[in-house]
C-alpha cells in the first residue's frame, strides 16, 4: 500500500487520518494536526527538536513513519499542560531561565519528562545523558541541567507529602 | 529542513514466511525496516529511494533477550539497543556489550535502533559489532529454505555489505556464555562524548588463565578502521599465554596500529586514526589488566 488510514492517539485524542508510505509521524504531527510545538530541526535524528513520547518513550518523530504509528499512543509537548496547568518540568524551565530562543525547549522538556517518569532522582550525568540527543544552540545546557534537577526535586517533595 | 523521502510501496508482514515470500517476490527491490534509524536517513539524506519498504517489526517473536545460565544467550533481532543498553543480565554478565549499547546516538535513537539493524547496516563503526565479536557472537539468518548460522566476525564483508543474501532476515544473535575470569572493555573515541559516530573503537575481551597470571584467549577488536569491523590478529597473538609488562603492551599497540588500514575522511585522517587504535588497545589492556599507566 502506498496510502493508509491510520488511527493515532495523540495527547490523549484519538485520530484517524490517511497518511501516505513515505510521511513521517512529525510530518501529521505538525502539517495535519497542526501541532505545531513539535519543531523540525534536522530531520535526520540528530538535534531532537521533534522528539515526541511514543508508548511512552522518547523517539525522534522525524525518524517514525506514520504508518508505522497506526494504533499507537503519542504525547507531544501540547499534551502536558493539563487544563491550562504547565507540567512541573515546564514550569521548572521558566524559573530556572532555562529558555532562550525555544526551539530546542519542547524536545528537551519531553526527553527530561521521559527520565523523570523513570528515575525521580537522576543524576547530573544521568540528566545530561537524558538530553545528549536534543541540541541546544542557545543556553549552553547548564540552566537546562539545573532546571531538570529542580523539577525532579519538586516532584520528589510531592510525591512525600 | 525538510527532507522527503520518495514515495514507496508499503509492507508489514505478520509473520517470517509472509516476510519471506515478500522479499523473493519483490528480488532485491525491498529494503527490510526495522528502528529505520539508519533506512530512513539513507532515504532522506542520500537518496536511497527504495520501491518496496517492508516494516519487520509487526512480525512476533523476534524482540527478547533469552540467558541460560552457562550456555548463552540469546537477543532477537529487534531488540531495540536502549533494551540491550537497560537489560540487568547483559549489564552483569556481558557488561561490554552493554557499555557498547549504551554509547549508540542518543536515547531517542536507542530507542528505536534495533541490534539487528546495526549489524545489518554493516557500517566500519557498528557500535555493537566489535563486543559482540570479541564475545564470540554468532547469528542466525532465516530464510524460506530454513535456517543458517554463522559467526559474526564472518558476517561482514564490507562497508554495507554483508554475507546476508536476497530473500534473507537476520534472526537472532547468539552469545556464548563466557569463561570465567573473562573481562571486557570497549572504548569508543569521538570529538565528543555523545552522539557522534565512532572515529575509532576498540573492543578487548580477554580470559585470564586458571592460576590468574596471564591472559588467554585475548580478542581485539578495532571498529571504524578498516571495510569491516576488524580483527587485530597480530597483536591477539602476542598477548596471547605471556605475563602482561608495559614493553609487551607497547607492543601490541604497535601491532594494532600497523593491522589498522582506516581511511580519511571528514571525521578524522587515516594516519590520525592509526594513532588513535595504538592509544586506545593500549588504555583497553592496562584497564583489564588492572595497570595505570606508570
Ligand atoms: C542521530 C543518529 C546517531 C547514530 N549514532 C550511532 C552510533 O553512535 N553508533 C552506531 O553504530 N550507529 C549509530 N547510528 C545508526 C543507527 O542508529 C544504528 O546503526 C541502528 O542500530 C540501526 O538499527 P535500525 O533498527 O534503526 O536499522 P534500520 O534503519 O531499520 O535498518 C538498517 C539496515 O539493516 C537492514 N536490516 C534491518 N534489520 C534487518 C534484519 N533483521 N535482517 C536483515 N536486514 C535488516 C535494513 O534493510 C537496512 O538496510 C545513529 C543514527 C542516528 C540517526
Ligand atoms: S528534526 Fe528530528 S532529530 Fe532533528
Ligand atoms: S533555547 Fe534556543 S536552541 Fe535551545
Known sequence: ?161 | MLRKMKRFEYFEPSTLEEAFSLLNKYNGKVKILSGGTDLLVAMKERGLAPSYVMNVKCIPGLDYIKYEEKKDLRIGALTTIRTIETSNVIREKFSVLAQAASMLGSIQVRNRATIGGNLCNAAPSAETAPSLIGLKAKVKIASLEGERIVPLEKFFVGPGITVLKKGEILAEIIVPFPLPHTKGIYIKYGRRKAMEIAMVSVAVIATLSVEGEVWEDVNIILGAVAPTPLRARKAEEVLQSKRISEPLIEKVGQLAYEEACPISDMRASADYRKEMVKVLVKKAIREISGLKKS
Open chain 1, 1 to 161: 500500500m502506498i496510502q493508509k488510514r491510520i488511527q493515532l492517539k495523540v495527547n490523549g485524542e484519538e485520530y484517524k487520518l490517511e497518511v501516505k508510505s513515505n510521511d513521517t509521524l512529525l510530518d501529521v504531527i505538525r502539517d495535519r494536526l497542526s501541532l505545531t510545538g513539535t519543531k523540525r530541526g534536522c530531520d535526520t535524528g540528530d538535534c531532537g527538536a521533534c522528539t515526541v513520547l511514543l508508548e511512552g518513550k522518547p523517539v525522534n518523530s522525524c525518524l517514525v513513519l506514520a504508518i508505522e504509528a497506526d494504533g499507537k499512543e503519542v504525547i507531544t509537548i501540547e499534551g502536558l499542560t493539563k487544563e491550562g496547568k504547565l507540567d512541573l518540568v515546564q514550569e521548572a524551565f521558566i524559573e530556572q531561565g532555562a529558555i532562550q530562543c525555544g526551539f530546542c525547549t519542547p524536545g528537551m522538556v519531553l526527553s527530561a519528562k521521559a527520565l523523570l517518569d523513570e528515575n525521580r532522582n537522576p543524576t547530573e550525568s544521568e540528566i545530561k545523558t537524558a538530553i545528549a540527543g536534543n541540541l541546544c544552540r542557545c543556553t549552553g545546557y547548564v540552566k537546562i541541567v539545573k532546571a531538570i534537577s529542580s523539577a525532579a526535586e519538586k516532584m520528589r517533595k510531592i510525591r512525600k507529602s
